[in-house]
């Protein structure tokens, strides 16, 4: 697996919905782009990241996996290509180093801290009094929210798996340390397709691509530094929470 994803007039709607969540959806993303996805509440945004690894049913002929429509792609190949971080993951009431490596049991210390480094989790790791070997409580009770997420953001990491969604994965983690992450991820040796989904636009400023949506619909799209120049929802999204980060 190569990681390129595409649409072709994806649409969607929930049963019993009257209106479409998706709505004639297409993008192109290359192997290895970070594309960030930004917008309003009920925008489409989750929508949208639950359809790749086809956690939604979605009819043939609309998304595509390296060129293969994913409806045709075995369910577990095709997930075992993409690791998908929601904004609210499980933990287990186990040692960090346990639900670091859930999805590979036999990976080393060395590996777990590895992620961990690129999770940005790993210095305040070392500062707890049994380092990875903490237990976190069941829902990992014992951890902050950002670190709860970044320690679901390394289990994801140690799967390396060519995709990774990032759905709000990083809601509780400040600008600051979530546009570290992103820029690891989009720098490293094993560049992997990355679909980050967050109100966070300091960090979404960073990618290869921004795709802004609203009511089911890709209304925008471009780099950060050419949207905020045009008349339009991204500039409106920026300048707010530019407001209310000085109000902050």
Known sequence: MQGKLSAQDLTFTYPGAKQPALKQVSFHIEPGETVAIVGPVGSGKSTLANALPRLLNIGPGQLFLDGMDTTQVNLQDLRSAIAYVPQDSFLFSTSLKNNIRY??????????????????????????????????????????????????????????????????????????????????????????????????????????????????????????????????????????????????
């Open 103 to 248: 999805g590979d049991p036999q990976a080393t210390i060395a590996q777990v801290e590895a992620v961990g480094q690129q999770a940005q989790i790993h210095k305040e790791v070392l500062n707890f009094p049994q380092g990875y070997e903490t237990l976190v409580g069941e829902r990992g009770i014992t951890l902050s929210g950002g670190q709860r997420q970044r320690t679901a953001l390394g289990r994801a990491l140690l799967i390396d798996a060519p995709i990774l969604i990032l759905d709000d994965a990083l809601s509780s983690v400040d600008n600051q340390t979530a546009t570290a992450i992103l820029q690891i991820l989009s720098q490293g040796t094993q560049q992997r397709t990355v679909v980050f989904i967050s109100h966070q636009l300091s960090a979404a400023a960073i990618a290869d691509q921004i795709f802004v949506m609203d009511q089911g619909q890709i209304v925008q799209r471009g780099k950060h530094e050419d949207l905020i120049e045009k008349p339009g929802l991204y500039q409106d999204l920026w300048q707010q929470q530019k407001l209310e980060e000085k109000l902050g």
